[in-house]
């Protein structure tokens, strides 16, 4: 089966950085799309940022400037950099990607299990 897991949540001052990782494993064809996700208690899941197979790449407006996300192709890897992390960072983040296997079927989304980001004083 695909499995992404994540790893590099911590406590960290406001201020401060951070690196998240991704990695992608299993029977994997193609991947489309690796993004990450993040959610606050009381909130909703909000996209963080995404790229694409092809580069292009997306970023929520409150991350923009701060944050940067970037791939390693060859090890199916997504990587987030955090710079400047603000306490409204503090948050479970998900890694999320749009896979397709080695099968019929369609592109299929992944989820893995989150690593969460607190931002403190």
């Known amino acids: 089966q695909v499995q992404l897991v994540e790893s590099g949540g911590d406590l960290v001052q406001p201020g401060g950085s951070l690196r998240l990782s991704c990695a992608a494993s299993?029977?994997?064809?193609?991947?489309?799309?690796m993004g990450w996700y993040r959610q606050a208690p009381g909130k909703q899941r909000e996209l963080v940022a995404r790229?694409?197979?092809?580069?292009?790449?997306n970023y929520a407006d409150s991350v923009k400037g701060r944050f940067t996300i970037s791939r390693d192709n060859d090890k199916n890897t997504v990587y987030l950099q955090m710079n400047s992390l603000k306490p409204e960072d503090t948050a479970v983040y998900y890694c999320?990607?749009?896979?397709?296997?080695?099968?019929?079927?369609?592109?299929?989304?992944?989820w893995g299990q989150g690593t969460q980001v607190t931002v403190s004083s």
């Open positions: 999320n990607a749009i896979i397709r296997t080695f099968t019929p079927i369609g592109p299929t989304e992944y």
């Open positions: 299993g029977p994997i064809f193609a991947i489309y799309a």
């Open positions: 790229i694409t197979s092809s580069g292009n790449t």
